[in-house]
């Protein structure tokens, strides 16, 4: 899952713990950590890394309120719906955003509630595999065989009558092998196309079918708004029915938005040195409060002992420090330890290969607090039933 982080009074805020040092240039901060950005194109995020740089470049239409994961703020939408307000409709089928006026990319384009439509409907078409494009398909596409759908492509394998998604084109191609798996593939976007309406300056969503309206807004918390038009210049998906399975699951660096940016963020991309260091620019056409400071400079260091060294040269500003490592930095004069800041993370519990039965790892073969049923694992429904996936803010 890709996390949301923001910028706080010019202080980046990331990590459960984090050490800042006495800042010695007041228009930029260096942060060290110990993982690297794997992408720049929002639909492909699934690590946190990432999230941290983009988070700060791109905006979503709403936002977590704090740390709590059921009250939100407008960011680009200058509404949350609800139905006290009359922006959630239908017994919970509809919702209505306002999108917000005059604002504009980091390239000058104005945000329209086309971009909106278009970056959703993104989202789902590239169907990351491992990604996240379930966040969508969940609740706007139609269910099969009474299953929630994770992945657009299962709707064109059903509507074509396939085996499996690779079976719908030519050896090697994005090519369908016929007409009717193209027509195929267009009706499946015709489905996803459903679930949106513009009118005016408000962008409209209509469910397939009832759906928690806690999580579908917790999903949208987490999904960053795109300028259409730059993306189709830059070799993006054209937002057409007729093409969008040629961008479907891309490799990561084939990707055409893979090192490219254009948010509508408080920070624009400067730099990117992949695997060492991103520099991040402050946007002053921003439309919101702008941003404290100037620059920021995210740093990849694995080791934690060069970060230490870095923070007390006063090469760092802020590094990450695992919570073993804690006591080595409490006291060097003129740092600072935070800890116990809540983060946003989605935790899930798989079994991916078969379980025997009369395994001895399974210890007592009953629920007694030493072992696991035997029975737990023959039948599908149960396997399934076996794999857990949750999203909580902790500390």
């Known amino acids: 899952m890709k996390c949301k982080w923001f910028w706080v009074t010019g202080i980046l805020i990331l990590f459960s713990i984090m050490v800042l040092a006495n800042v010695p240039n007041p228009d930029t901060v260096i ?30 239409l709403i936002t977590f309120d704090g740390t709590s994961l059921t009250r939100y703020v407008p960011v680009l939408s200058t509404n949350v719906p609800s139905v006290k307000d009359g922006t959630i409709l239908d017994n919970g089928m509809t919702y209505v955003f306002h999108i917000r006026k005059g604002v ?29 494009s379930y966040e969508l398909t969940e609740p706007l596409l139609p269910k099969i065989d009474g299953n929630y759908v994770d992945n657009i492509s299962k709707w064109a394998v059903k509507l074509a009558g396939a085996k499996s998604w690779n079976d719908l084109f030519a050896t090697s191609t994005t090519t369908p092998k016929n007409e009717a798996y193209k027509n195929a593939l267009i009706d499946t976007f015709n489905l996803l ?19 928690s309206s806690d999580l579908f807004l917790n999903y949208l918390a987490g999904i960053d708004i795109l300028d ?23 490799q990561r660096q084939a990707d055409p938005l893979y090192s490219i940016t254009n948010g509508t963020g408080p920070f624009e991309l400067q730099s990117w040195t992949q695997g060492r260091e991103v520099v991040l620019k402050r946007f002053d056409g921003y439309w919101g409060e702008p941003a404290k400071i100037k620059y920021a400079v995210i740093k990849t260091v694995s080791e934690f002992t060069t970060r230490k060294l870095d923070l007390m ?12 490592y804690i ?13 116990n800041i809540p983060e ?4 899930q519990l798989s079994f991916a290969f078969s379980v025997n039965p009369h395994s001895k790892y399974i210890y007592s073969g009953k629920l007694d607090g030493n072992g696991i049923p035997r029975t737990s694992f023959q ?13 909580t803010a902790h500390t």
């Open 31 to 60: 942060y060290e950590q110990e993982r690297a950005a794997e992408t720049l194109d929002p639909a492909m995020v699934i690590d946190t890394a990432s999230g941290e740089v983009l988070d700060n470049i791109y905006q979503t």
């Open 104 to 132: 504009h990319f980091q390239n000058g384009d104005l945000l329209t509630p086309y971009d909106v439509v278009y970056s959703l409907e993104r989202f789902v078409v590239t169907g990351m595999a491992g990604g996240n």
């Open 193 to 211: 196309s459903k679930a949106f309406e513009i009118k005016g300056d408000d962008v409209i969503i209509h469910l397939a079918h009832p759906f």
């Open 228 to 250: 259409a038009k730059w993306a189709s210049d830059n070799d993006a998906w054209s937002g057409t029915a007729d093409t969008w399975w040629k961008y479907y699951n891309p």
């Open 313 to 324: 040269r006063g090469d760092a500003d802020i590094i990450s420090v695992p919570p073993a």
């Open 327 to 339: 006591p080595q930095v409490q006291n060097i004069p003129g740092v600072k330890v935070s800890e």
């Open 344 to 347: 946003l993370a989605q935790y």
């Open 379 to 391: 039948t599908l429904m149960l396997e399934r039933a076996s794999n857990i996936s949750f999203r």
